[in-house]
């Protein structure tokens, strides 16, 4: 594994369906992230991972969205009834510290349309 | 509150022409900040990351530096494959990992 991957590449579904997505960060890392990016954008900041413990929330995550990481090794982001404005691309990270300096690592990214 | 401003919007070049792209930052504290690469639909491609004022990093023909306030990514002579999106990230020191991104430089470098 030389990377982080993320499943599904594209997720197109209809508003109201609950849709899950998957990342399996590099082996080595502690640390996962998930970020939201719409077009013209930089990703904003959804929530982290320190191993298995879910540390920090952006207030972007509504209670329509839940992240687990269980076990600390692959993570899921689930939304719940999604609407249209939930269309974006959905973005995975890891990192882990090394002397001090850390560094995410992105994976591909899930596309979302909602419709 | 914390905020992360990169300029140009876009920025367009022919071949060769050197220039650089600027990210100012205003944080409560600095844990580190970072440069990234990132090509039309795939995820952000790591370029750098600079901890503290004065430093410096270079990889090919670009060079990464870092103020108190602002850091400067600069393209030397040009290709057309550098042409992307240029996004500039600080990690701010909240005793948690936060992670703020700018909206990024559009570089579209003409052959």
């Known amino acids: 594994d030389t990377g982080v991957s993320q499943n599904p590449r594209h997720k197109i579904t209809k508003r109201g369906q609950n849709v899950t997505f998957r990342c399996d960060p590099i082996?080595?890392?502690?640390?996962l992230y998930w970020y939201r990016q719409t077009l013209g954008q930089g990703p904003e900041f959804l929530t982290y991972?320190?191993?298995?413990?879910?540390?920090?929330k952006s207030r972007l995550l509504s209670d329509r969205f839940s992240a687990e990481r269980p076990k600390g090794s692959f993570s899921t982001l689930e939304i719940q009834r999604t609407e249209q404005g939930d269309s974006a691309m959905y973005l995975c990270?890891?990192?882990?510290?090394?002397?001090?300096?850390?560094?995410?690592?992105f994976g591909p990214g899930t596309r979302l349309l909602v419709l | 509150e914390d905020q992360v401003t990169q300029s140009p919007e876009a920025l367009r070049l022919q071949e060769g022409e050197s220039s650089s792209l600027n990210c100012s930052y205003t944080?409560?504290?600095?844990?580190?900040l970072f440069w990234y690469r990132q090509d039309p639909g795939k995820g952000p491609e790591f370029l750098f990351t600079?901890?503290?004022a004065g430093e410096e990093k270079e990889k090919e023909r670009l060079k990464a530096t870092l103020t108190k306030k602002e850091s400067f990514l600069h393209i030397t002579a040009p290709k057309p494959e550098d042409s992307a999106t240029y996004l500039c990230?600080?990690?701010?020191?909240?005793?948690?990992?936060?992670?703020?991104f700018g909206a990024g430089t559009r570089l579209f470098v003409k052959a």
């Open positions: 944080v409560s504290g600095l844990r580190g």
């Open positions: 990270a890891s990192s882990s510290r090394t002397s001090g300096k850390e560094t995410q690592y």
């Open positions: 991972f320190q191993n298995e413990a879910q540390l920090e």
């Open positions: 600079l901890y503290s």
């Open positions: 082996s080595e890392h502690n640390r």
């Open positions: 990230a600080v990690q701010v020191n909240t005793g948690g990992f936060k992670t703020i």
